[in-house]
């Protein structure tokens, strides 16, 4: 079946530590996206990644890092830099010549702050 | 700025009962809008979207929504809901060339 993966469902991060999330689609898309998305708050755009070994800051960036070495993946790691890291994390990624509303989402990864 | 206010952050309404969602959006220039919706703990689907053309859209699972540019509205609407239609109902408006604003959301309550 083709889709978006996210992996962990939930994951746990002790004060001081680097957590990667992980997003595998396997739809051929070059465009993906990471968002991020709190209580009574719509979605928040972190990065975002045209094609591979590409990709640009979106409006809440800092604290974050990316890569996109391969076609399907697209890994997002939250650094200790990132002050308030507790939130729902979606991932996404765009069929070529689609607009970008044209997202297929995955099912998110909760992170969660010990 | 392009953005949106979704002012109702929860409507609860009785199985088979209308509902409209509304939101309201700013903007200077020409628009393009969206309604997704989240069912619990997945991401988002897309419902339908606005690029141009009819002001009426019609969308998935029985959706529509209607584009008011006097009243700067892009409300949902759906005549009977079911209780499957229980979600998270965000409207979105495309800003730039290459990002997209969201709302803050509505839950959709659909009591039996």
């Known amino acids: 079946d083709g889709g978006i993966t996210q992996s962990p469902k939930y994951l746990f991060r002790k004060e001081g530590q680097n957590v990667t999330l992980s997003c595998e689609q396997n739809?051929?898309?070059?465009?993906m996206y990471w968002y991020r998305q709190d209580p009574g708050q719509g979605l928040r755009l972190i990065y975002y990644s045209q094609i591979v070994n590409d990709f640009q800051k979106g409006d809440i960036a800092e604290g974050y890092s990316v890569s996109r070495e391969k076609k399907e993946s697209f890994p997002l790691t939250v650094t200790s830099a990132q002050k308030n890291p507790t939130a729902f994390y979606l991932c996404a990624s765009r069929p070529p010549g689609q607009g970008w509303e044209t997202q297929y989402f995955g099912p998110g990864t909760r992170l969660l702050v010990l | 700025a392009q953005s949106v206010t979704q002012l109702d952050s929860q409507v609860p309404v009785f199985e088979e009962a209308p509902v409209e969602l509304r939101c309201n959006y700013s903007?200077?220039?020409?628009?393009?809008l969206f309604w997704y919706v989240q069912y619990p703990n997945q991401g988002l689907q897309l419902l339908l979207k606005?690029?141009?053309?009819?002001?009426l859209v019609k969308g998935i699972n029985g959706f529509e929504a209607e584009f008011n540019k006097s009243q700067t509205s892009f409300h949902l609407r759906k005549p009977s809901v079911h209780i499957s239609d229980t979600a998270e109902y965000f409207c979105a408006v495309r800003r730039r060339a290459n990002n997209l604003f969201f709302g803050t959301g509505t839950r959709l309550t659909v009591i039996p």
């Open positions: 903007s200077s220039v020409s628009v393009y």
């Open positions: 739809l051929n898309h070059d465009a």
């Open positions: 606005y690029l141009s053309g009819s002001t």
